[in-house]
C-alpha cells in the first residue's frame, strides 16, 4: 500500500516515518516535504500544498490508498472537500468542520452554543467599540485576530494600553490581513497550559497522551510567540480527572456540536486548555496535529498507525495502543532569529541514531552534496523516551552539547514546568 502526507515540517515527518513502519505500507510520499525527510525513506513530491488538483492527480496515477493532510491552511482550503469530490479518501475535517480553527469567532460561537468552558469574549471588527469593550473589562486581557495568522495572531496584552495598541495594528493597520479584520477579545485565563488531541470520526472519539508544549522564543517563557519550541508527553503532573473532565466538557459536545451544525468533524481535534481553578477552559481548537506535539506523541503510539487511521476513517473500532510508561521529550533546534528574521544555509549536524530520533522540518541538501541545510525557521528537533521528564532532558541536552549548532538555537529548559511542580 502506498500512502501520501501532505505538509512539509516536523509534524509531517513524526507522520509519514510512523505511517511507514506500519504493517503492509510499502511507500510514503510527501508532498511537498523537505529534504531531511529522505533519510527515514520517504519520498518527496514536489508538490505544494495549495496545489490540490495535481496532488489529485498524483494521488490516482501511484494508486494512493489515502492521504493525510498535515496543515491546517491545506485544511482551511478545503483540499479534504476536493479529494473527496474526486473520489479519495484524505483523513483530516473537511472546510466546514476545520472552521473550528480557521475562524475563532466560529469556535466561540460553537463553544458558547454547546456549553463549552473557554474565557469570556467580545467579537468586534469596529475599532472604537472594540476599544470600548478593552477599557471596560481591563486588563490582563487577550487580544487575537480572528483568521489564521501563523500562530502570531495572539496578544495577551498586561495594560489597556497594550491591549488597545494590539486592536488598532489589528483592526486599521491591517497587520494580519483578513484574518484581522475582525478581533476576538477575551478573558485571560489563568493556570497552566495544555493540549489534548484526539483522532475523531462524527462523534467517536479516541484521546491520545496529554501534551504541553513551549511557545515562547526563549527560556523561561520569554520573548516572542514561535509555533513551538518543545514538548513533552503525557504531561505527568496533570491529574487523570482533569483529562477525563476535558473529555466530557469538551471534546465530546464539540463533536457531538459539530453534527448538529451539519459539519460532522474527522480527522485531528486539537484542544488547547488552560486548567484554571474552575477546572480545564479552551483557549484554542486547532482541526489537525500540533507542530512540535506529533513529534513527540507519535513515538508513544505502539500500535499499527496505518491501520488505526484506516479504521478511523472507515467507521470501524481502531485498535489503539500507547506506551503507558516513561515521557517523551523534545527539542526544537530553530534558526537564529525565528520568529522574525534569520538566515538559511547553515550545515546541520548529523541525523542520530539509536535512541534519539531526528525529525526535520527547514532543512534542504546542499546544491553539489548531501549535506544537510537549514532552510527554515524551525528546522530540526531531537526527541526521546526516558523514564522521566529529567532524564529526558539530560539525554537531549547532552547531545545538543555535542552538536554544532552554529547560526541555530533552542531553549534549554523543555520540560521543566513538569520537574518544578
Ligand atoms: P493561541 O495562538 O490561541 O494558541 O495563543 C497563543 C498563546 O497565548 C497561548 O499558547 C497562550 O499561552 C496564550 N493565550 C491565548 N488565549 C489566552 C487566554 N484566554 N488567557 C491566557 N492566555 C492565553
Ligand atoms: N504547537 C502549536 C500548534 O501546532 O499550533
Not at 37 to 62: Q, Y
Amino acid at each position: 500500500m502506498k500512502l501520501l502526507v501532505v505538509g512539509s515540517g516536523g509534524r509531517e515527518h513524526a507522520i509519514a516515518k510512523k505511517l511507514l513502519a506500519s504493517k503492509g505500507v510499502d511507500q510514503v510520499f510527501v508532498a511537498p516535504g523537505n529534504d531531511g525527510m529522505t533519510l527515514d525513506g520517504l519520498d518527496l513530491v514536489n508538490i505544494g500544498i495549495s496545489e490540490h488538483s495535481r496532488l489529485i492527480d498524483f494521488a490516482k496515477e501511484n494508486e494512493i490508498a489515502w492521504t493525510f493532510i498535515g496543515p491546517d491552511d491545506a485544511l482551511a482550503a478545503g483540499i479534504v472537500d476536493d479529494f473527496n469530490k474526486a473520489g479519495l479518501e484524505a483523513f483530516g475535517p473537511t472546510k466546514a468542520a476545520a472552521e473550528l480553527e480557521w475562524s475563532k469567532d466560529f469556535a466561540k460561537e460553537i463553544m458558547v452554543k454547546y456549553g463549552v468552558p473557554t474565557a469570556a469574549y467580545g467579537t468586534f471588527s469596529d475599532f472604537e467599540e472594540a476599544k470600548a469593550y478593552i477599557e471596560e473589562q481591563g486588563a490582563p486581557i487577550v487580544v487575537k485576530a480572528d483568521g489564521l495568522a501563523l500562530g502570531k495572531g495572539v496578544v495577551v496584552a498586561e495594560t489597556v494600553e497594550q491591549a488597545v495598541e494590539a486592536a488598532h495594528e489589528m483592526l486599521l493597520d491591517n497587520k494580519f490581513g483578513d484574518s484581522g479584520a475582525r478581533v476576538v477579545i477575551e478573558e485571560f485565563l489563568d493556570g497552566e497550559e495544555f493540549s489534548l488531541f484526539a483522532f475523531a470520526n462524527g462523534d467517536k472519539f479516541y484521546i491520545m497522551p496529554t501534551a504541553q508544549d513551549h511557545k515562547r522564543a526563549y527560556d523561561g517563557d520569554k520573548g516572542p510567540n514561535t509555533g513551538g519550541m518543545g514538548a513533552y508527553a503525557p504531561v505527568p503532573h496533570l491529574p487523570q480527572s482533569v483529562v477525563d473532565t476535558a473529555v466530557e466538557t469538551i471534546v465530546k459536545p464539540v463533536l457531538e456540536g459539530m453534527i448538529a451544525e451539519g459539519r460532522p468533524y474527522q480527522g485531528v481535534l486539537y484542544a488547547g486548555l488552560i486548567l484554571t481553578a474552575d477546572g480545564p477552559k479552551v483557549i484554542e481548537f486547532n482541526s489537525r496535529f500540533g507542530d512540535p506535539e506529533t513529534q513527540i506523541i507519535l513515538p508513544r503510539l505502539t500500535s499499527d498507525f496505518a491501520q488505526n487511521i484506516s479504521d478511523i476513517m472507515m467507521g470501524v473500532e481502531p485498535y489503539l495502543t500507547w506506551q503507558e510508561d516513561g515521557v517523551t521529550l523534545g527539542v526544537v533546534v530553530a534558526s537564529e532569529g525565528y520568529p522574525l528574521d534569520y538566515e538559511k544555509g547553515v550545515p546541520l549536524p548529523e541525523k542520530t541514531d539509536g535512541d534519539i530520533i531526528t525529525y526535520y522540518a527547514g532543512a534542504k541538501f546542499a546544491e553539489n552534496g548531501k549535506a544537510l541545510l537549514s532552510n527554515g525557521g524551525r528546522v530540526y528537533m531531537l526527541v526521546t523516551t526516558e523514564d522521566t521528564v529529567k532524564a529526558g532532558q539530560d539525554k537531549i541536552y547532552a547531545q545538543l552539547d555535542k552538536q554544532d549548532t552554529t547560526g541555530l538555537f533552542y531553549r534549554n529548559d523543555i520540560g521543566s514546568k513538569a520537574i518544578k511542580d
